[in-house]
C-alpha cells in the first residue's frame, strides 16, 4: 500500500496566494468604469465633483417641476463689454436656437453657451460633459463656436502704437496657407460656494474675453462645485456601516470572553462563552415560554373523540351511578342521621 505524504501549507506558499489575490483585484481595479457625466475626482486630493445638480434640463410636459427647477439656462451681464451671454452646464442651452452664426444647423441642438447682437446669434461653445483639473482649479471648456472673424464689431482692438489708429487689428493667418477657421471657445472655472448659493443654484459671471474675442472666461459659483462622495462607490449605507460595527463588537466580545474565561478561569466546554449563566437563564426563559405556548394552544385545538371516553351510565369501566342517584343517596344519608 502506498501512501502519499502531503506537504505542509507553508509560510511562502499563503504569502504567494495573498499576492495572487492582490494581483486579481489590482487587474480587476485597474479596468476601465464607466464614468457619469459632469463628474470628476480631483487627481491631487481624490475628492469627488458632482455638476450635475446645477445641469439645466428642460421641464417635460406632464411632469412636475422641482422647485429649483428652471424654463431658461444660466445668464451672466457682459456689464461694459456690450452684451449678455447665456450659458448651461454640462447641457445644451434650454432656448431654442435659429439663425446661429457659422453653425451648421444640426448642430444648434447641441450649444451650451451663446450671446445675441444686433439681431444674430452666436454661439461661444459646443456641448461637453466632461469637467477636468488644472491644476487645482476646476473647469469645463466649450469649444466649436461661431467663426471669430478677421475683426471685432464689439471692441475693435487697436494696433501699435507705429501704426495707424484707424486700423483695426487683424488676426494673422496661418503661414502654411491652411484654410482652418478658428472658432468660439467658453472657459468655465467653478468655485466651491455654499452659504450664499444653494445646492441646485449657480452664480455664473462673466470675467472676460481673450483680444482676438475667439475665448470667454466665466466664474461658476456654486454648492455642487463643492466636494463631496461618490454614491456609486459607497457601497454600504447607514444602516449598513451600522451593521458591520455591531458584527464587529459581537466577534470581539465573544473571542475576547472565551479568552478570558479559559485562560483566567480554566473554564471548559460551553462554559468558556462569556456570561453563560446569563445566556442560559435567557435561553431557559425562553424555552419555558415556548412550552407553556405550546401547551396553551394544544388545549385550545379540539381533539377527536377516542376510546379514551367511555359511557359510565351502564357501568361499564365505571361505578354505575349517575349524578342523581348520587344524589338521591346522600338525601337519604341526611334523613337517618336526622331520625337518629
Known sequence: MIIKRYKPFSVCSAFSLALLVQNSHQEESAAPKPTIPCTVSSPNSGSFFDLNSIALQPILEGKKSHKDSRNTSWTARGYDYGVNFTLNICSPVIERLDNVVGVDEKLWRNISAFYKQNGKTYSIGQNKSEPIFRGRKLVLNYTDGSPCGSSSKLFPRKSSEDDDDDI?????????????????????????????????????????????????????????????????????????????????????????????????????????????????????????????????????????????????????????????????????????????
Not at 222 to 238: H, T
Open 168 to 340: 483695426p487689428h487683424r488676426i494673422p493667418k496661418p503661414e502654411d496657407g491652411s484654410t482652418s477657421v478658428r472658432r468660439k471657445s467658453t472657459l468655465l472655472s467653478f468655485f466651491c460656494e455654499r452659504e450664499t448659493v444653494g445646492e441646485h443654484k449657480a452664480a455664473v459671471s462673466f470675467v472676460g474675453a481673450s483680444p482676438d474675442e475667439c475665448t470667454y472666461f466665466f466664474e461658476v459659483r456654486s454648492a455642487a462645485a463643492c466636494a463631496g462622495i461618490d454614491k456609486k462607490e459607497q457601497s454600504l449605507g447607514p444602516a449598513g456601516v451600522f451593521g458591520v460595527i455591531l458584527l464587529i463588537a459581537a466577534v470581539v466580545y465573544l473571542l475576547g470572553g472565551i479568552a478570558y474565561q479559559r485562560t483566567v478561569m480554566h473554564q471548559r466546554g460551553w462554559r468558556q462563552l462569556p456570561n453563560f449563566a446569563l445566556w442560559a437563564g435567557i435561553l431557559s426563559f425562553f424555552t419555558d415560554i415556548i412550552i407553556i405556548l405550546g401547551s396553551s394552544c394544544a388545549r385550545i385545538i379540539p381533539r377527536s373523540k377516542g376510546y379514551n371516553q367511555l359511557p359510565t351510565h351502564n357501568g361499564l369501566g365505571g361505578r354505575g351511578s349517575t349524578r342523581a342517584e348520587d344524589e338521591n343517596r346522600l338525601i337519604d344519608q341526611l334523613d337517618e342521621e336526622w331520625d337518629d
